[in-house]
């Protein structure tokens, strides 16, 4: 029902050629070894992906310890106008 004549024809090529029987994965010590280091180029063990998350976990820390709300009051009142009158010209 869900499938049309390609994907049925698809199908039945690769459950025949069955392509899974010829992976076989790293051979040698040195292919090992390369393949296991695939996770640290891209995903969840990248090195961008690591940095972002030690500095949000920094940025979280510093939050619960109330310093950006410190950092944050004393730049808002470093930029506020003066209490003092401007003379408009």
Do not use: C
Not at 15 to 42: C, D, I, K, M
């Amino acid at each position: 029902m869900g499938y049309s004549i390609v994907s049925k024809k698809r199908q039945a090529a690769v459950n025949q050629h069955q392509p899974w029987r010829q992976s076989t994965g790293a051979r040698t010590e040195e292919g090992r070894r390369l393949s296991a280091q695939n996770s640290t180029v891209h995903g969840l063990r990248s090195q961008e992906f690591l940095a972002i998350k030690k500095a949000l976990a920094q940025a979280e820390a510093l939050l619960a310890e109330g310093f950006l709300e410190q950092i944050t009051t004393h730049t808002n009142n470093a930029h506020s106008a003066p209490d003092a009158e401007v003379a408009v010209k």
